[in-house]
C-alpha cells in the first residue's frame, strides 16, 4: 500500500476522483436547475434584475471606497506638510 493510501485511510480522506466526479454531477445539477428555471420569462426578468441591482450596488460601493481612498490620501498629505512644516521650524530654530 502506498504512503499516500495509508493518508487517505488515516485521515478518513476521501478519494480525489470520487469528489472531482462528485463536483461534476453537482454543477450538472445545478445547470440544469438553472436552464429549467431561466426557461419562464419572469424567471429570466427576475434574474436580470438581480444581477442589475448587483451590479448597481457593487457600483456604488466601489465609488464609496474611492471617495474614502481619496480622503485618506488628502488627511495624509496634510499631515506630511504639517510634519514638514514643524520640521522647518526646529531646524530655523536650531540654527539661528
Partial sequence: MSNQKKLDKN???INPVVAAV??????????????????????????KKAFS??????????????NKAEDKKDEA??????GKEALKKKSTKTSA
Avoid: W
Fill in 77 to 82: 498629505e496634510k499631515k506630511l506638510d504639517e
Fill in 22 to 47: 462528485t463536483g461534476a454531477v453537482v454543477g450538472a445539477g445545478i445547470a440544469v436547475a438553472g436552464a429549467v428555471a431561466l426557461k419562464d420569462e419572469k424567471n429570466r426578468n427576475k434574474v
Fill in 11 to 13: 485521515k478518513g480522506g
Fill in 53 to 66: 441591482d448587483v451590479k448597481d450596488q457593487a457600483a456604488g460601493d466601489i465609488e464609496d471606497i474611492q
